[in-house]
């Protein structure tokens, strides 16, 4: 029977196996064509990799463990890089002949370095009180922060529309000063005009009697004779 060996180290297994051991324990993230940021799950097609997504709510638990926050970019990565592993004496996977005959007591040389398992079940944590406590804290924490944050902003706007008014309310007033400062003008303008006029008025009054006085003519009284 024909088995792979794994040229980074001592495991070896049928191809499916050995295919999915590369994939889980040597292949760099940004290789893998299926990878889940959150959990660390790998898959080599679609098909594994939407059952994996299926489980999406069993990472809640894990989510408010660990305080994690999610959005749909960060938590999955779908590479672009076709997955094709070299299997050749030289390659990634060696091909090497296995015999299916072993003595039970000889353990299977696959099994001395444990390798880890990724399973698209994803394990639910339960919290602790005291994590339960941290994460109710750091939710109030945020809430307030966001709270502070929108407040913030209210009074900044606040601010803004008061230094706005003051703005405009300092133009009026000085618009008014102006328009104060020019009718005071035409004001004093037409009392000295008016003064002026009063003054060629009693001028003209003292001069019209003078006249009238040296226009008349003193008659003097005719004696009368008797005869």
């Not at 703005?167 to 008014?176: A, D, P």
């Not at 008025?201 to 005719?222: A, C, G, L, T, W």
Request: with cysteine; hydrophobic share 30%.
């Amino acid at each position: 029977m024909v088995f792979l060996q794994c040229s980074l180290c001592k495991f070896k297994g049928k191809r499916k196996n050995a295919v999915d051991h590369f994939l889980k324990r040597h292949l760099p993230e940004n290789d893998v064509p299926y990878f889940c940021v959150l959990c660390k799950f790998r898959a080599i097609n679609k098909f594994k990799w939407e059952k994996h997504l299926s489980s999406f709510p069993k990472h809640i638990s894990a989510v408010n463990s660990c305080h994690t926050m999610l959005s749909d970019k960060v938590y999955c990565i779908e590479s672009d890089k076709k997955f094709e592993l070299d299997i050749s004496p030289n390659g990634q996977l060696i091909p090497i002949e296995y015999t299916s005959v072993q003595p039970s007591n000889i353990p299977f040389e696959e099994n001395i370095e444990p390798v880890p398992e990724y399973s698209e079940e994803v394990v639910i944590v339960e919290m602790t009180e005291e994590d339960q406590t941290i994460f109710t804290l750091k939710e109030e924490i945020s809430n307030l922060t966001d709270t502070l944050v929108k407040e913030r902003n209210q009074f900044e706007n606040y601010l803004n529309k008061m230094e706005e008014t003051k703005k405009n309310l300092k133009s009026e007033l000085n618009q008014t000063k102006a328009e104060l400062h020019v009718q005071n003008q035409k004001n004093k303008e037409n009392q000295t005009s008016e003064k002026e006029e009063r003054r060629k008025d009693r001028k003209r009054s003292y001069q019209e009697p003078n006249k009238r006085i040296r226009s008349v003519v003193v008659v003097p009284k005719r004696r009368c004779e008797h005869f």
